[in-house]
């Protein structure tokens, strides 16, 4: 009697904490303090990424990746639009590591992508995100909390990576 009087409890219990988990976006983690290096060799401390209290999107890639270089090619097309709707910011954090970094460049001005770029080259950032695949894709809100991500791309995946983006602002005005 006593046990089943636990379990009852227990899921009671357990139903009132999930009916107050509150509906916004779930923050994954903050943005852990690495430092990279921008395309002029300027040392960039990730913790300190921002863009003026809006989203912004994180990106790993590497030249070699041919998925990664569709991605921020499809992104690149919709760009100033983004911008100009939601005001988001791209920081697209390269993986190639010393004897590819040179090809980084080369490429960015090939492709015209209007980004942050940063060469994480010892891979430091990369472990201290998780990201084990590129492209992974982050989503930081306006506090810099990490609350989406997605590994891979597929044609149109860029749409759905602004409607997360839309979500965020949304609950950001919801909030104020």
């Known amino acids: 009697m006593k046990t089943l009087l636990l379990v009852a409890l227990l899921i009671v219990s357990g139903?009132?904490?999930?009916?107050?988990?509150?509906?916004?976006?779930?923050?994954?983690?903050?943005l852990p303090n690495v430092t990279v290096t921008d395309m002029k060799g300027s040392k960039v401390n990730t913790?300190?990424?921002?863009?003026?209290?809006?989203?912004?999107?994180?990106?790993?890639?590497?030249t070699w990746c041919k998925p990664c270089v569709?991605?921020?090619?499809?992104?690149?097309?919709?760009?100033?639009?983004w911008q100009k709707e939601t005001g988001v910011k791209v920081y697209a954090v390269s993986i190639?590591?010393?004897?590819?970094t040179a090809q980084v460049k080369t490429l960015v001005n090939?492709?015209?992508w209007n980004y942050d770029i940063l060469l994480d080259q010892n891979a430091d950032f990369k472990r201290a995100m998780n990201v084990n695949a590129v492209p992974h894709t982050?989503?930081?809100?306006?506090?810099?909390?990490?609350?989406w991500?997605?590994?891979s791309f597929s044609e149109g995946a860029e749409?759905?990576?602004i409607n997360e983006v839309r979500k965020v602002n949304a609950e950001a005005a919801a909030t104020h």
């Open 110 to 112: 090939g492709k015209g």
């Open 15 to 30: 139903t009132s904490l999930l009916a107050q988990e509150p509906a916004t976006a779930k923050v994954l983690f903050k």
């Open 138 to 147: 982050f989503i930081v809100n306006g506090k810099g909390e990490i609350v």
């Open 149 to 151: 991500q997605h590994t």
């Open 70 to 81: 569709k991605e921020l090619t499809a992104i690149a097309d919709v760009y100033d639009d």
């Open 159 to 161: 749409l759905d990576l």
């Open 96 to 100: 190639d590591d010393s004897r590819s």
């Open 47 to 62: 913790d300190k990424l921002f863009n003026d209290g809006k989203p912004f999107i994180i990106s790993f890639w590497a």
